[in-house]
């Protein structure tokens, strides 16, 4: 089974502080991906991640930014937290650009006071 | 651009029956793929089922179909028999085609209750 875990299942920050988000898949796949998920939006793509080192801008990238050294690791970075990054945070991998279908971690559910 | 829109906010179903999910979705793109996903209360997506939209017959995986019709551009889930350990958010999502086609839209999704 596809295992994607991710480093807290809750955190809490206060603004202005630089927070770090892990994320690592097991099964070798290519692609990793950053969503936020919030009450009545859906889910929203932060950034993805198409190999090591190479990374796209998603639909909301603006007070984030990622970091993909290894091929199994996806890092999402606030620089600076405020407030309205209060969200679940969802990462997801695919195996690669044929086979689609993405594999969730158990989020994390950020709060920033 | 694609969209996705799920027009039923919540939706109620009794043990044992079928229920139906509502999915339509815009884009222009000639080749893409529709994908439903589960969230229960816990948190973490689950994939349920895919659609390609060459595939000349309707998804199916156990207890969950897919009604695709393709001129009316909807993508309905169709769960039958259904279950309590159904009660969970649903999401339809969407990929398309060209450079970044692995990537996923979703929809604001429907929180399905099931009663006993």
């Known amino acids: 089974d596809v295992k994607v875990t991710q480093s807290s299942r809750y955190l809490v920050k206060r603004t202005g502080e630089k927070v770090f988000l892990e994320c690592v898949q097991d099964?070798?796949?290519?692609?990793m991906f950053w969503y936020r998920q919030d009450p009545g939006l859906g889910l929203r793509l932060i950034y993805f991640s198409y190999d090591v080192k190479m990374k796209e801008k998603g639909d909301i990238p603006e007070g984030y930014s990622v970091s993909r050294e290894k091929k199994e690791r996806f890092s999402l970075i606030l620089e600076s937290a405020s407030t309205n990054q209060t969200s679940m945070y969802l990462c997801?991998?695919?195996?690669?650009?044929?086979?689609?279908?993405?594999?969730f971690g158990p989020g994390t559910r950020l709060t920033v006071t | 651009a694609q969209k996705i829109t799920q027009t039923q906010p919540g939706m109620f179903v009794q043990e044992k029956e079928a229920v139906t999910l509502d999915c339509t979705y815009d884009?222009?793109?000639?080749?893409?793929?529709l994908f439903w996903y589960k969230q229960p209360s816990s948190g973490e997506m689950i994939f349920l089922i895919y659609?390609?939209?060459?595939?000349?017959q309707n998804a199916t995986e156990g207890r969950y179909s897919l009604n695709f019709q393709k001129a009316r551009k909807s993508a309905n889930l169709v769960i039958s028999a259904s279950q309590l350990g159904d009660s969970a958010m649903y999401f339809c999502?969407?990929?398309?085609?060209?450079?970044?086609?692995?990537?996923?839209?979703f929809g604001k999704g429907t929180l399905l209750t099931v009663n006993p």
């Open positions: 997801a991998s695919s195996l690669s650009q044929v086979h689609y279908e993405q594999y």
């Open positions: 659609q390609g939209s060459y595939d000349q």
């Open positions: 884009t222009s793109d000639p080749s893409y793929g």
């Open positions: 999502a969407m990929r398309g085609s060209g450079g970044s086609n692995y990537k996923l839209t």
């Open positions: 099964m070798d796949h290519e692609n």
